[in-house]
């Protein structure tokens, strides 16, 4: 059976399968892809890559429904948050369709001496392989095919293998859209596979959304043939609680930033470092709420299920305490929280793929920036203050590639998304994300 397949979580049942790429197959995609930049992406104008872009944003919002069916059907999101993400994605792309002009136009040079004039012009570099994940089957590949198909890039695309549904209703969408045979083009492939692609001299670089080990993978062969990559990985992000006007405020916000996407998300709060004189009221509100919470939505599998409620019991083994809402069934796990999770616990530098959160003491500022940057990984956080400028002061200290002040699910399109250390390198999304893979090409005339 191909490990393509749409496996319903909730139920386990196989609902469709489709046939992995053979080898010919997978050539032809980048034989196809490289063919487009030739002559689409070097002859089309950006006011023509443009309405495209836009027509693919229509194209989200008129199949939203049908696209948000084949995400919970797949991975197991519920119908709204599903639509929510396509309507996110649909805003993406039209970012980018209505900024065209502004982000792709020529960046003057000011001359310290000599005559004439210099400039920057942006221009594309070629096909470029996207590896996408499960989490958010949609909203992936909008942040990456959006800003690259207006540069005029092409793009090939391997999907996660339980996303075989939504990457082709996508794919559609191109075409419909009116972009050319090799635009975009999405191959069903194996990791064997991947690594020919990414070998092909007509590939020019590489985005890659996933996991620490995918993006060492990864990494390692990009840079072997010289390949630029951009790496999205895990995340460890603290939730940090400093002084607070409403408590219970800030714990529905703490808990709503753990549960988004059921804990499946890799910027979602999984570390909440609270302060001495607000810790045990932080808890105490945290496990009431927790205690009425149940089992929503089913994680992606019921093998990411049994992985988390695994190094949950590791945790605990370990000394940790654990307050749950209840026992997992299948692909469903309960929300929960651990404490007392000692530097040596091998929970403490992990990263848990679902609704499980771990809360922190911290004796004040200063213990509270250490505990939240004693962590491997530096995608995204959250800081909680009265005093604007501690929350400055804490924005700066903490080493991560985004901090959210006084509020969570304040993504935007407009804002740039990555991190740093084993979070990954690059940035997506806003005037970043188009700036990537491009040749910033420098011309200067004489006169």
Not at 115 to 138: C, D, F, K, T
Not at 313 to 330: I, K
Not at 413 to 432: A, C, K
């Amino acid at each position: 059976m191909s490990k393509y397949a749409v496996r319903n979580p909730a139920t386990g049942e196989v609902l469709e399968t489709f046939p992995t790429a053979t080898d010919a197959e997978v050539t032809a995609a980048v034989a196809a892809a490289a063919a487009a930049h030739e002559t689409w992406g070097r002859e089309t104008s950006v006011a023509e890559r443009a309405a495209a872009i836009a027509r693919v944003a229509e194209l989200h919002r008129e199949r939203a429904d049908e696209l948000a069916e084949a995400i919970n059907l797949e991975m197991g999101k519920a119908l709204g948050a599903a639509k929510g993400e396509v309507l996110f994605s649909a805003d993406i792309y039209q970012y980018y369709a209505d900024r065209a002009e502004t982000l792709l136009a020529d960046q003057p040079i000011e001359l310290l001496s000599g005559e004439g004039h210099a400039l920057i012009r942006r221009q594309s570099v070629g096909a470029l392989l996207g590896i996408m994940p499960w989490n958010y089957p949609v909203y992936q590949v909008a942040r990456f095919a959006a800003p690259n198909l207006l540069l005029g890039n092409t793009i090939v695309l391997k999907h996660a293998a339980q996303c075989p549904r939504s990457a082709a209703l996508q794919a559609q969408i191109f075409v419909d859209a009116g972009l050319p045979e090799g635009a975009y083009v999405n191959i069903y492939a194996t990791s064997d596979q991947i690594a020919e692609v990414i070998a092909d001299p007509r590939i020019h670089g590489v985005s890659l959304t996933g996991s620490e080990r995918a993006g060492s993978i990864i990494g390692e062969l990009a840079g072997r043939h010289l390949k630029k990559c951009v790496l999205e990985l895990g995340g460890a992000d603290p939730f940090v609680l400093l002084s607070t006007d409403d408590l219970e405020s800030a714990v529905d916000d703490a808990l709503s930033a753990r549960t988004g996407n059921v804990g499946q998300a890799c910027n979602g709060a999984k570390r909440f470092v609270v302060v001495d004189e607000l810790y045990d009221a932080f808890v105490g509100l945290l496990n009431d709420k927790i205690a009425t919470a149940g089992n929503g939505a089913p994680l992606s599998s019921v093998g990411a299920a049994e992985e988390l409620a695994g190094q949950v019991a590791a945790a605990v083994s370990a000394g940790a305490s654990l307050v749950s809402a209840g026992e997992r069934d299948g692909a469903f796990h309960p929300v929960g929280v651990l404490t007392d999770v000692a530097p040596e616990n091998p929970a403490y530098h992990q990263e848990f793929f679902g609704p499980v959160a771990m809360v922190f003491r911290a004796a004040d500022e200063a213990d509270a920036v250490r505990i939240a940057n004693d962590t491997p990984y530096g995608l995204g956080s959250y800081v909680y203050t009265t005093d604007p400028e501690q929350a400055d002061r804490v924005a700066s200290a903490l080493e991560v590639g985004m901090v959210f002040v006084n509020g969570v699910g304040l993504e935007a399109v407009e804002l740039p998304f990555g991190g740093v250390r084993l979070s990954g390198y690059g940035r997506e999304l806003g005037t970043l994300g188009i700036d990537e893979f491009v040749n910033k090409k420098m011309i200067r005339v004489a006169r």
